[in-house]
């Protein structure tokens, strides 16, 4: 494995981890306020794009960039338009179904990257599709009580499998507007601008309440700074470099952290079959590591087209 694949996994990882951490955030922030689902959202991202671009000027002071390269803001933007479509679809998939059935459902969207990379011509190898199968499995015996949760109704599904699919477009459209890219991180901010954008149009429609406590304003931070602003870096640097399909497979460690995290803060009982699963996802991120150097480069060169 090359140092700049080291690099992508350790990102998506981190991207992960941030995802991961969110649902707990989230939990606490329910528990010290008054705040309904959208209300997090919009706080999520009035709060992340600012805060995005505070990094880049930090980073351009600190470490300024050789080149004043030109970003493909239009694509970019558009890639911002996703990101805010795939919030507004969890936020009324997951008003109509458990957490536990939604997130077996959005874990779909790994074999759809997969399936879209297949038709837009990249080569995806058997062991990563039979990586894909042990992760898929994985993410079911996770989630808690999928079985027992009920299916929630025909447009719940509906919406979970489109925030599915969004996400999906998203690795693979992100892979595409970020090659030869090198300031990541201002490409982040940009593609950041039209969600604040939407975030910001809803707020008159809907209002939005203000935080009652220091203590949900801090958690407000935290999941602007660890759940929105480290994923999004992280997962456009790994789309970068290990490609899409691979990154949204590794991504699939996120329930297992996610299962972790709430054992660890908020004292949730782990079941056996999820320790199970968790254990599928873990081989099947194995299994793709352990591909021939020159078929790790080759597919790259397939994944950068």
Do not use: C
């Amino acid at each position: 494995m090359t140092r700049r694949e080291r690099e992508g996994f350790l990102w998506i990882i981190l991207a992960a981890a941030g995802f991961s951490v969110m649902p707990t955030l989230v939990k606490l922030t329910y528990l010290h306020s008054t705040f309904e689902p959208m209300d997090i959202a919009i706080w999520r991202f009035v709060l992340a794009a600012p805060i995005m671009w505070a990094l880049v000027a930090y980073t351009r002071r600190s470490q300024p960039v050789q080149t004043d390269e030109k970003l493909p803001v239009t694509r970019l933007l558009v890639i911002g338009l996703f990101i805010a479509a795939a919030v507004m679809a969890a936020f009324f998939a997951l008003e109509r179904l458990p957490g536990s059935t939604y997130i077996v459902l959005l874990y779909a969207y790994p074999a759809m990257v997969a399936l879209l990379s297949r038709l837009v011509g990249d080569k995806i190898q058997a062991r990563t599709w039979f990586a894909l199968v042990l992760a898929l499995a994985g993410v079911a015996l996770t989630v808690p009580n999928f079985t027992a949760a009920g299916g929630g109704d025909a447009v719940g599904v509906a919406l979970a499998l489109l925030n599915a699919a969004i996400i999906a477009i998203y690795y693979l459209l992100t892979r595409r507007a970020l090659d030869g890219v090198v300031d990541v991180s201002r490409a982040s901010a940009v593609m950041m601008i039209s969600t604040f954008v939407i975030m910001l149009m809803l707020i008159p429609i809907r209002g939005l309440q203000l935080p009652q406590n220091p203590l949900t304003a801090l958690l407000l931070i935290s999941i602007a700074v660890f759940g929105t602003v480290l994923p999004i870096v992280g997962v456009n640097i790994a789309v970068q470099r290990i490609g899409a399909a691979q990154a949204s497979l590794v991504s699939t460690v996120e329930p297992i952290m996610s299962m972790i995290i709430s054992m660890l803060i908020l004292s949730e009982v782990i079941q056996s079959l999820q320790w199970i699963g968790a254990a599928l996802i873990v081989v099947s991120v194995v299994v793709l590591q352990l591909r021939p150097r020159d078929r790790i480069d080759l597919s790259i060169a397939h994944e950068a087209g």
